[in-house]
């Protein structure tokens, strides 16, 4: 017997990936993915520790010139001539803002 349409959209719903929750905040596990992610992938280029390398350093210092929306933009529009890429393609806004904020108040690197 065929699926009624409401049970085929609550079927496909179910494999959407669980990325953001219903109040449009970050699952946990998201949220473990972004921290990795800024350590492993930025941290290519910043330092693991944030410390610098290619690119400058990130102390929370530094990450508090810019108000949380502007840090958030940088990171999806990139620095444009210099080699810090846009990650628009990869994150979302919420996701960049998560980023943003965990860089100005839960920063390990404190100068
Ligand atoms: C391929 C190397 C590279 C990667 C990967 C990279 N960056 Fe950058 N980033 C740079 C460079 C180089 C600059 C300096 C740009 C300039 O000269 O203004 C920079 C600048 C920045 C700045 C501004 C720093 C300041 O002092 O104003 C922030 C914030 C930043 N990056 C965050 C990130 C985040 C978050 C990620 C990961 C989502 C990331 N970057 C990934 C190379 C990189």
Same mark, same amino acid.
């Given at each position: 017997?065929?699926?009624?349409?409401?049970?085929?959209?609550?079927? /496909?719903?179910?494999?959407?990936?669980?990325? /953001?929750?219903?109040?449009?905040?970050?699952?946990? +596990?998201?949220?473990? +993915? &972004? +921290?990795? &992610?800024?350590?492993?992938?930025?941290?290519?280029? *910043?330092?693991?520790?944030?410390?610098?390398?290619?690119?400058?350093?990130?102390?929370?210092?530094?990450?508090?010139?810019?108000?949380?929306?502007?840090?958030?933009?940088?990171?999806?529009?990139?620095?444009?001539?210099? /080699?810090?890429?846009?990650? /628009?393609?990869?994150?979302?806004?919420?996701?960049?803002?998560?980023?943003?904020? *965990?860089?100005? *108040?839960?920063?390990?690197?404190? +100068?």
């Amino acid at each position: 017997m065929p699926l009624s349409a409401p049970r085929r959209l609550l079927l /496909a719903l179910c494999w959407l990936p669980v990325t /953001a929750l219903a109040d449009g905040s970050l699952s946990a +596990e998201r949220e473990q +993915e &972004l +921290e990795t &992610l800024l350590y492993q992938d930025c941290g290519s280029c *910043h330092g693991m520790t944030l410390r610098g390398g290619l690119g400058p350093p990130l102390p929370r210092s530094r990450m508090n010139a810019y108000d949380r929306d502007g840090l958030a933009a940088l990171i999806l529009n990139g620095v444009a001539g210099t /080699a810090m890429p846009g990650w /628009a393609g990869l994150l979302t806004e919420e996701e960049a803002r998560w980023l943003a904020d *965990h860089l100005q *108040h839960d920063n390990p690197l404190d +100068e």
